[in-house]
């Protein structure tokens, strides 16, 4: 059943149950009414949310999602991402290993856990849920330069384990596919968006991350990103800004990143929230800096 519960390893969510490659079914029938409530109460306030704040394929995928009225079946939101990318989602019990993680990604398959928060953690988990992974992740596969980004993403990780360079491939994917901004040409101009999934599935993140003006925001530049350490526990102290889905794929598609991680090796660590001497935050063209 899709309850969350706490297996041997400390992680939430049922492992006991799954198959070698940690999927296991969705069990959507045992979902309960209070839960369906609960996902059409996350569900209306992100998606009020994100008409403002979130990236022009976020607003898209969700729309072609059509998940405003409970818990979704994967296997029905699964034949939109077959034909918009070939992407499936798979089930699985919560957090999983690393290189298990890869490989799904490696082959389009993108894991979505299966239990839902509970009502009095609506605001913030350190896991993730199946809110925060099919309303936050699954929009954006949607997208072929995301979709194209994460299957790459997946087969570098391989390669990075054996390098010894997990903690910098992790940071690029934690700066963009979870806490990445974009700018974005709108119809009153450049706008700041999101489109990580750890921002959207988060009311008070999506307002601060795109709206605090004291916030350090970055150009995106994968050798800052690798270097820069993160935060699980609270808020990001800085975000970096895409100026197009593309980038991500045109910086980072050869996902040769072994010059980039040699780099990393020399360079000190940054602290989230810190700004380095030469360094320009990013700011809208014409807004006077703060
Ligand atoms: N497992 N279910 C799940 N979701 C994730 O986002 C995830 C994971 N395992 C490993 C992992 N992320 C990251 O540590 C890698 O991207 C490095
Ligand atoms: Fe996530």
Known sequence: MPQPSTSASGLRGEYEGAREDYTLAQDWHTYTPAMHDRWRHLYARQSALAATHAARSFREGLARLD??????????ANRVIATATGWQLVAVPGFIPDAVFFEHLAHRRFPVTRWLREEHE?????????FHDFFGHVPMLLD????????????????????????????LY??????????????????LKAFGAGILSSAGETRFSVEDSAVLR???????????????????QTYFVLDSL????????ALDLSPLY?????????????????????????????
């Open 67 to 76: 998940c405003a009225n409970g818990i979704p079946r994967f296997d029905e």
């Open 122 to 130: 609506l605001d913030y988990l350190v896991e993730p849920d199946v």
């Open 144 to 171: 072929p330069a995301v979709a194209d980004f994460l299957e790459l993403y997946g087969r570098a990780g391989a390669k990075a384990m054996a390098m010894g360079a997990l903690d910098m491939l992790a940071r």
């Open 174 to 191: 934690w700066y963009t596919i979870e806490f990445g901004l974009i700018c974005e040409e709108g119809a009153n101009g450049r706008a």
């Open 218 to 236: 970055l150009p995106f530049d994968p050798a800052r990103v690798q270097r820069t350490g993160y935060r699980i526990d609270t808020f990001q």
């Open 246 to 253: 593309e980038q991500l794929i045109a910086q980072l598609s």
């Open 262 to 290: 040699a780099e990393g090796r020399h360079a000190p660590p940054v602290e989230p929230g810190a700004l380095l001497p030469g360094e320009t935050p990013f700011t809208l063209a014409g807004e006077p800096n703060p």
